[in-house]
Each structure stands twice: as structure tokens, then as C-alpha cells.
């Protein structure tokens, strides 16, 4: 059973910078695209960032657009979200996906999930 496993949340002041990772274990992931989520208490999950792999194309939401950026290896299974510039509204458990039918901004396709990282910037 591949699994996704994401590490590297934690708690930052405003301004600072936390990279998360997202490995697969337990096998090889066959995915077209990774993408990085994440949901505050109280709130919908949404979009952060994505990776096409056929295409390198990545999409970030307008909310971090500037601030994360997104890298990842197909090869070897990982995806990287290195974060700058963190607000207090980016806290939120952080969930990195496969998705194993194309690049999207909404949950559909998106068959594998990790569990989640926390992240928590302080003002």
C-alpha cells in the first residue's frame, strides 16, 4: 500500500520560512501531478500548489503565489513546498496529494493523501 508522508510543519513567526516534504513509501506512485492542500480549524481544505509532472507546469492559488514555491522529483516519489514570507492565515494542517489523472485545484482525481503536517506562524 503506497503512502504519502509529509514532514517538516511546525511553529514560525511571521516573516519566517518552513520547506515541507512529501515522500511516497511503500511502493512506487504512478500520479500525473502532486498537489499540496491544506485546512484551517473551521475551514474548507483548499488548494495551495501543484506540480504537472508530464508538463513541469506548477500553479500556486493566488493566496501564496510569490511566496511558496513547489518542486518535486516524479522519479523519486517526492514533492517539496519550500514557504517564505509565512502569515498568522497560513497556519493550517498541510496535505500533500497524488493525483493520477491530471494537474487540479480541486480535489477530484486526487487519490492518495499523506496525514498531514501542522504549520503555525505567529504574529
Known amino acids: 500500500q503506497v503512502q504519502l508522508v509529509e514532514s517538516g510543519g511546525g511553529l514560525v513567526q511571521a516573516g519566517g520560512s518552513l520547506r515541507l516534504s512529501c515522500a511516497a513509501s511503500?511502493?512506487?506512485?504512478?500520479?500525473?501531478?502532486m498537489g499540496w492542500f491544506r485546512q484551517a480549524p473551521g475551514k474548507e481544505r483548499e488548494f495551495v500548489a501543484g506540480?504537472?509532472?508530464?508538463?513541469?507546469?506548477?500553479d500556486y492559488a493566488d493566496s501564496v503565489k510569490g511566496r511558496f514555491a513547489n518542486s518535486g522529483d516524479n522519479a523519486k516519489n517526492t514533492v517539496s513546498l519550500q514557504m517564505n514570507s509565512l502569515k498568522p492565515e497560513d497556519s493550517a494542517v498541510y496535505f500533500c496529494?497524488?493525483?493520477?489523472?491530471?494537474?487540479?485545484?480541486?480535489?477530484?482525481?486526487?487519490?492518495?493523501w499523506g496525514q498531514g503536517t501542522q504549520v503555525t506562524v505567529s504574529s
Open positions: 496529494a497524488a493525483n493520477t489523472r491530471r494537474l487540479a485545484r480541486t480535489r477530484v482525481g486526487y487519490d492518495y
Open positions: 511503500g511502493g512506487i506512485l504512478s500520479s500525473a501531478a
Open positions: 506540480i504537472s509532472w508530464g508538463s513541469g507546469y506548477t
